[in-house]
């Protein structure tokens, strides 16, 4: 059974800047970074999960208005992680952070939660002063 493994969260102040990582299991299984599409996302308490950022198996990258030129999500196949830098945080970045992963995704679909079928356990990013 595939599971992602999350890691990375933590307290920073505004300004700061936090790396996520995540990694799928099961590499003998041929399950890599490679195997899926990958993404964040995030919800913060009393709000509905929201879509950060994705990256398609051959690369392509997808971003929240609210954290372009902020965050940058990458792979690294050598080491089979997914990572979210995450720059300039705002109080507004606050929330437990999620990664997820789904067979496909496009422009009008990466940010659909009832698209993407595993998930992680969360990690939570909490900015404040």
């Known amino acids: 059974q595939l599971q992602l493994v999350e890691s990375g969260g933590g307290w920073v102040q505004p300004g700061g800047s936090l790396r996520l990582s995540c990694s799928p299991s099961?590499?003998?299984?041929?399950?890599?970074?490679?195997?899926?599409?990958m993404a964040w996302f995030r919800q913060a308490p009393g709000s509905e999960r929201e879509g950060v950022s994705c990256?398609?198996?051959?690369?392509?990258?997808y971003y929240a208005n609210s954290v372009k030129g902020r965050f940058t999500i990458s792979k690294d196949v050598a080491r089979n992680t997914v990572y979210l830098d995450m720059n300039n945080l705002r109080p507004e970045d606050t929330a437990v952070y999620y990664c997820?992963?789904?067979?496909?995704?496009?422009?009008?679909?990466?940010?659909?939660?009832?698209?993407?079928?595993?998930w992680g356990q969360g990690t939570q990013v909490t900015v404040s002063s």
């Open positions: 997820a992963t789904t067979d496909y995704v496009d422009l009008t679909s990466w940010n659909l939660e009832r698209v993407f079928d595993t």
């Open positions: 099961g590499r003998e299984k041929g399950w890599t970074v490679n195997s899926f599409a």
């Open positions: 990256i398609t198996i051959g690369g392509r990258t």
